[in-house]
């Protein structure tokens, strides 16, 4: 008789890879054999699992269409299997596999969707934060105001594209009912995903703004992460950017 961890790696050797050598031969038959249970396994958990990625990428799907989603998304359940017992988790990888497929040469932009996808999702079920405490900044000797972090909400994102990924996404929302044309000469897109409450905020950034905001997610201190904002964009404003950013949340928490 084969061990239980023989028995787990030839099931789940089966299910990902069709693998019959050895797979079947322990389960129990009755009516039907061993290998179409399964296969009736497999299906099953291929269909869940690019049901789980087409609710995770909703726009990328509608951009390709639903048979050729739902092949590519075969095709990424095989190479990347859940690795968690929690089905939100899955498809964190989905923009990169887009990004080593050859269709996307011609969808260059669509990588770049799925990723703000997958920012969205992951902001939606964050964790949440609470309100900035500025007594606690008040509290800070001003020579040390360099030195300070500022702590990013637990659902805020950054996502950064060459693409109007913005606009494609706006466009390819199912109550959207404007012009549904989109250039993609128009700008990059900077933005901020930030849930408010229930509601998912998709905020596009100016250049400054996004770069010290990404300095803050990188962990840097105040003072270098307003070098580099200003390196970015000279007429960035702090005081401006710091009191729309704590009024709205994106700020949680000052580290000293």
């Known amino acids: 008789m084969p061990s239980l961890r023989e028995v787990q790696d030839g099931f789940l050797n089966h299910l990902m890879?069709?693998?019959?050598?050895?797979?079947?031969?322990?389960?129990?038959?009755?009516?039907?054999?061993?290998?179409g249970r399964m296969q009736i396994y497999r299906n099953n958990l291929f269909t869940s699992l690019c049901d789980a990625l087409a609710a995770v990428y909703p726009v990328v799907q509608r951009l390709v269409g639903v048979d050729f989603f739902r092949q590519t998304a075969r095709a990424y359940v095989?190479?990347?299997?859940?690795?968690?017992?929690?089905?939100?988790?899955?498809?964190?990888?989905?923009?990169?596999?887009?990004?080593?497929q050859s269709f996307t040469q011609t969808l260059s932009y669509l990588p770049d969707v799925?990723?703000?996808?997958?920012?969205?999702?992951?902001?939606?079920?964050?964790?949440?934060?609470?309100?900035?405490?500025?007594?606690?900044?008040?509290?800070v000797p001003v020579e040390a105001y360099e030195s300070i972090r500022f702590m990013l909400a637990p659902s805020a994102r950054l996502v950064d594209s060459a693409y109007p990924v913005l606009r494609i996404w706006q466009v390819n929302q199912q109550d959207y009912s404007g012009d549904p044309e989109v250039s993609l000469d128009q700008e990059p897109s900077r933005l901020l995903i930030l849930r408010q409450g229930k509601q998912v905020l998709l905020q596009e950034l100016d250049q400054g703004t996004f770069v010290w905001l990404q300095a803050l997610a990188d962990g840097q201190p105040l003072g270098a992460s307003l070098v580099r904002a200003v390196a970015a964009q000279p007429d960035f404003d702090f005081h401006t950017v710091l009191h729309k950013h704590v009024h709205q949340g994106t700020l949680t928490e000052i580290q000293t």
């Open 78 to 100: 095989g190479q990347h299997p859940s690795r968690s017992g929690n089905l939100h988790d899955f498809g964190e990888a989905f923009a990169l596999f887009l990004d080593q």
């Open 17 to 35: 890879d069709g693998d019959r050598s050895r797979a079947a031969d322990w389960i129990m038959a009755d009516g039907l054999t061993p290998a």
């Open 114 to 139: 799925a990723r703000l996808e997958w920012a969205w999702h992951e902001s939606y079920h964050a964790a949440e934060g609470g309100p900035l405490d500025l007594s606690t900044l008040a509290a």
